[in-house]
């Protein structure tokens, strides 16, 4: 094997390595992060719930229970499937992640007063 070849190898193994470190740190992480989005939810419901307007109550409920979703998807995928997972459901349903996005900028707004 020439040494173009041995180094090659080692540094295949080295990237090799350190993606399943990656993967491993991401992992650990996983439950908190679950258990952040399902409080997450929790408050958005807690919050939009004794707002006056009924649509913005249906605006919190929608959001709180896509993020309820997605904290139990959390939970029961690994990092790899999450990407993935996440990738194909942005580009299939935009509109509910812009939904998500404008109900948890209004939440944080309220609550940063």
Do not use: N
């Not at 740190?25 to 004794?50: C, H, M, N, W, Y």
């Not at 990092?79 to 990738?87: D, T």
């Amino acid at each position: 094997m020439s040494e173009h070849d041995r180094r090659k190898e080692e540094v295949a193994e080295e990237i090799t390595t350190l993606a399943q470190e990656a993967e491993s740190a991401v992992d650990a992480q996983r439950d908190p992060t679950a258990d952040a989005l399902q409080s997450f939810a929790d408050t958005i419901q807690e919050k939009t719930g004794a707002m006056p307007s009924d649509r913005a109550t249906e605006a919190g409920a929608v959001a709180a229970e896509q993020i309820e979703r997605t904290a139990d998807f959390v939970h029961e995928h690994r990092p790899r499937q999450l990407a993935e997972e996440g990738q194909t459901v942005l580009w299939r349903q935009p509109a509910v992640a812009m939904v998500i996005g404008v109900v948890i900028g209004f939440v944080i707004g309220r609550l940063s007063k």
